[in-house]
């Protein structure tokens, strides 16, 4: 009779332990999964805003950035234009 019992009381234990154990589970994914949503969709509505004109924040400063990026490589084409013309003609 105790060991009937006894079984009795590790099979519901195992059952409650399987339950628990699904439940974080899929708290887990939920909050995992949450951590990537949220931020993609708040970097995809920037870009969006972005794109069609409104001004979200940081724009402005994303804007700078380009302009430098621009110049300097403009500035480095340019010197790499005027070493080749530079070499070329001294070759000569």
Same mark, same amino acid.
């Given at each position: ?25 899929? /708290? ?8 990537? @949503?949220?931020?993609?969709? $708040?970097? #995809?509505?920037?870009?969006? &805003?972005?794109? /069609? ?8 400063? @994303?804007?700078?950035?380009? $302009?430098? #990026?621009?110049?300097?490589? &403009? ?18």
């Amino acid at each position: 009779m105790k060991l009937a019992s006894k079984a009795r009381e590790m099979k519901d234990k195992a059952e409650y332990d399987s339950v628990v154990a699904a439940t974080k589970a899929i /708290t887990v994914f939920l909050l995992l999964s949450n951590s990537v @949503l949220v931020p993609t969709v $708040m970097v #995809l509505s920037w870009i969006y &805003r972005y794109v /069609t004109g409104r001004q979200p924040p940081g724009a402005n400063q @994303l804007d700078q950035v380009c $302009m430098k #990026l621009a110049s300097k490589a &403009r500035e480095m084409k340019d010197k790499a234009e005027n070493k080749i013309d530079g070499s070329a003609t001294g070759d000569e």
